[in-house]
């Protein structure tokens, strides 16, 4: 006979139920349950389905919750998927690409889509999620997933089932079908309410997700330099063979990494040398080249190998920081919890900074500040500079695309040259890599590196990061002149060796502990490949340091 068992939520209420009651039959007893998605039992995330088998206490995560969402985002790519499928037959290939502007990117191989297809498919996701079907959770030997996964002709997954050395795994299923998306799922439909599709191209959906606590769907904004971006080096990667995570790691399994970690140095140097070119073209016109993109992307080693490629063509740049302009500390911006706020605009010091590009444009000398972060005030230490035999400002810095940033500049007197890593390599078709996650563990690497930081303080700090890029990077990606790339398709298998040690460093007590278990698990099915292969002009020397321009 079950026997009854207490279970205090979020520390306050307690609830009496029956011995291997899950938490969906649970949250009948509970009000506003209605968002419920998740909960949280000594520090890990488990699905409603869980059962309970003695006196606890749990958490609730609701889809407003940051893990909430993420689980939310992934019943919403089944659920579109599956829809799909139901549409236009099981053997219909629906690709999941890339994240762009809170949304998905996704390529549906189907003749062209018109707005027709689109209100098809949101018809076909609202059916399912008013049935709130079931979604299960299966265990089952990797032979059968590799068998399964054959039949349906997905040979990405059947290659990474291959790579794996467990003897079971983990699907779930909907309707008839079984998929993965290394994260944990709604148990059922019903939850999935809100969502939008909006067709961009022929073969394009960007499938759109709530990203506030009001539900809301934000209005999907055209970043059409990011995208052709992201399309650009995906073409690229299809060329040398490379689509999905078993692609790289057959290259390591073959002893061919470092001849391709070559080509792709290569290819992203090409593209530098495009820029440079342009650059030469209009040298008399311009007078500052603007590198700007949110955290890790490179900004300081991509200003660098700027610089040598104009100097390579007879250009002769000066770089400056705009770190090196934050206001001092007793005049910097907090948030309403006391932090300083310095990756805001208002805490750049803009007047002395335009005062200073004036001064350098006339010819006059300039003592440029250094910025002491122990100190939190300007230190005027160098020697007094002058644009005497150079020819134009490279700028780099998180704000450098705000025209505030350099208001008293004519706007045909500046290229604004947009960075981040965007990288078409996916786990799977329905499993793209975040470029978020890559940016990520380049500042995880980088802050224990350089700052001393643990994985705990990163991953802390990096909702603070998050918040800020979203008010003063992402709205002004249009503002860019040009877009260039700087994700290397191999660099999780370098930048893997440095963070999984880290990641395991946080306590299971911490708020940080999930996500140091996310990435973990994201991580595990990539090949390390050694560091001294990397070249030392690589972006990536930024973060894992003894590069050439440190």
């Known amino acids: 006979m079950k026997e009854n068992i207490i279970i205090t939520i979020n520390g306050l209420d307690k609830f009496i139920v029956k011995e291997k009651s899950t938490i969906k039959e649970l949250l009948?007893?509970?009000?506003?349950?209605?968002?419920?998605?998740?909960?949280?039992?000594?520090?890990?995330?488990?699905?409603?389905?869980?059962?309970?088998?003695?006196?606890?206490?749990?958490?609730?995560?609701?889809?407003?919750?940051?893990?909430?969402?993420?689980?939310?985002?992934?019943?919403?790519?089944?659920?579109?998927?599956?829809?799909?499928?139901?549409?236009?037959?099981?053997?219909?290939?629906?690709?999941?690409?890339?994240?762009?502007?809170?949304?998905?990117?996704?390529?549906?191989?189907?003749?062209?889509?018109?707005?027709?297809?689109?209100?098809?498919?949101?018809?076909?996701?609202?059916?399912?999620?008013?049935?709130?079907?079931?979604?299960?959770?299966?265990?089952?030997?990797?032979?059968?997933?590799?068998?399964?996964?054959?039949?349906?002709?997905?040979?990405?997954?059947?290659?990474?089932?291959?790579?794996?050395?467990?003897?079971?795994?983990?699907?779930?299923?909907?309707?008839?079908?079984?998929?993965?998306?290394?994260?944990?799922?709604?148990?059922?439909?019903?939850?999935?309410?809100?969502?939008?599709?909006?067709?961009?191209?022929?073969?394009?959906?960007?499938?759109?997700?709530?990203?506030?606590?009001?539900?809301?769907?934000?209005?999907?904004?055209?970043?059409?330099?990011?995208?052709?971006?992201?399309?650009?080096?995906?073409?690229?990667?299809?060329?040398?063979?490379?689509?999905?995570?078993?692609?790289?790691?057959?290259i390591i399994i073959k002893g061919k990494i470092k001849e391709f970690i070559q080509l792709n140095e290569m290819r992203q140097n090409e593209d530098l040398r495009k820029i440079g070119e342009y650059i030469s073209k209009n040298k008399n016109k311009l007078k500052l080249i603007l590198i700007g993109g949110p955290s890790s992307s490179g900004k300081t080693t991509t200003s660098k190998k700027m610089a040598l490629e104009l100097k390579a063509r007879g250009i002769n740049p000066f770089i400056l920081s705009v770190d090196d302009y934050f206001l001092d500390r007793?005049?910097?911006?907090?948030?309403?919890?006391?932090?300083?706020?310095?990756?805001?605009?208002?805490?750049?010091?803009?007047?002395?900074?335009?005062?200073?590009?004036?001064?350098?444009?006339?010819?006059?000398?300039?003592?440029?500040?250094?910025?002491?972060?122990?100190?939190?005030?300007?230190?005027?230490?160098?020697?007094?500079?002058?644009?005497?035999?150079?020819?134009?400002?490279?700028?780099?810095?998180?704000?450098?695309l705000n025209e505030r940033l350099t208001n008293s500049i004519e706007r045909e007197n500046k290229l604004k040259i947009y960075i981040s890593p965007f990288t078409p390599l996916g786990i799977d078709r329905h499993n793209h890599i975040s470029t978020v996650d890559m940016r990520l563990l380049r500042r995880m690497v980088r802050d224990n590196s350089k700052r001393g930081y643990n994985a705990e303080t990163t991953l802390k700090n990096w909702r603070i990061v998050r918040k800020a890029e979203e008010s003063y990077v992402f709205p002004y990606q249009n503002e860019a002149d040009i877009v260039f790339n700087t994700a290397l398709i191999y660099e999780i298998g370098i930048l893997k060796t440095y963070a999984i040690p880290l990641l395991y460093s946080v306590k299971v007590e911490s708020e940080c502990y999930e996500e140091a278990l996310r990435l973990i698990n994201f991580l595990k099915g990539f090949f390390n490949i050694p560091v001294d292969i990397l070249p030392n002009t690589s972006v990536l020397r930024e973060f894992v340091g003894n590069g050439y321009f440190e």
Request: hydrophobic share 30%; net charge negative.
């Open 28 to 250: 009948k007893q509970v009000e506003d349950s209605e968002n419920i998605i998740a909960a949280l039992i000594n520090g890990e995330v488990v699905e409603l389905s869980y059962e309970l088998t003695k006196d606890t206490t749990i958490t609730l995560i609701s889809t407003n919750d940051r893990i909430g969402r993420k689980i939310y985002i992934s019943g919403l790519k089944y659920l579109y998927i599956t829809a799909i499928k139901e549409l236009y037959g099981s053997d219909t290939t629906i690709s999941l690409l890339h994240s762009i502007d809170k949304g998905i990117y996704t390529y549906l191989d189907k003749e062209d889509i018109t707005d027709e297809t689109i209100d098809e498919i949101k018809e076909k996701m609202h059916e399912l999620v008013e049935k709130d079907l079931p979604i299960e959770k299966v265990s089952t030997s990797r032979k059968s997933a590799i068998k399964y996964f054959e039949s349906i002709h997905e040979t990405e997954k059947v290659e990474n089932y291959k790579q794996m050395s467990s003897d079971f795994v983990t699907l779930y299923e909907l309707l008839d079908y079984y998929n993965y998306f290394y994260y944990f799922m709604p148990i059922s439909t019903g939850i999935l309410k809100e969502f939008d599709l909006t067709k961009i191209n022929s073969h394009g959906i960007i499938l759109q997700y709530p990203i506030d606590t009001d539900n809301k769907i934000p209005k999907y904004n055209n970043v059409p330099a990011v995208l052709n971006e992201f399309n650009t080096y995906r073409e690229w990667c299809e060329l040398v063979n490379i689509r999905y995570l078993s692609d790289i790691n057959n």
């Open 330 to 400: 007793n005049e910097t911006p907090k948030d309403s919890n006391g932090n300083y706020e310095y990756d805001i605009i208002e805490a750049i010091d803009i007047d002395l900074f335009n005062n200073h590009l004036k001064k350098l444009l006339n010819g006059e000398s300039v003592k440029i500040p250094s910025y002491n972060f122990i100190t939190g005030e300007k230190e005027y230490k160098n020697e007094s500079v002058s644009l005497k035999d150079r020819d134009m400002i490279i700028i780099e810095g998180l704000h450098t």
